[in-house]
């Protein structure tokens, strides 16, 4: 298992998961990240699954994943967001 607890520069977080995609798929291994990028996860990942408080919230196919669902992926409990978009 390789663990990091450094940010990992987000220049390079494509080419790392890539790479360790590469060698789960050649070593015929699954590949899991927890990571909190939601780019990342839907350019290199074909599916996501969500966990809050230890609880999974949905395991979908990446295609299923719409902007609206990630919109809560990184909201916190009690806290209420106000849109930017104005209409």
Do not use: C, W, Y
Not at 8 to 35: C, M, Y
Not at 45 to 63: C, H, M, S, T
Not at 77 to 83: A, D, I, M, N, P
């Amino acid at each position: 298992m390789l663990t990091s607890r450094r940010p990992l520069n987000p220049a390079r977080a494509a080419d790392l998961i890539d790479l360790l995609a590469k060698i789960a798929r050649e070593s015929n291994k699954t590949f899991v990240a927890s990571i909190h990028s939601t780019d990342l996860a839907h350019q290199q990942f074909n599916g996501v699954i969500e966990l809050r408080n230890g609880e999974k919230q949905f395991d979908l196919p990446e295609a299923f994943v719409s902007p609206e669902l990630l919109d809560g992926l990184f909201e916190l409990e009690g806290l209420v967001r106000e849109s930017v978009v104005q209409e």
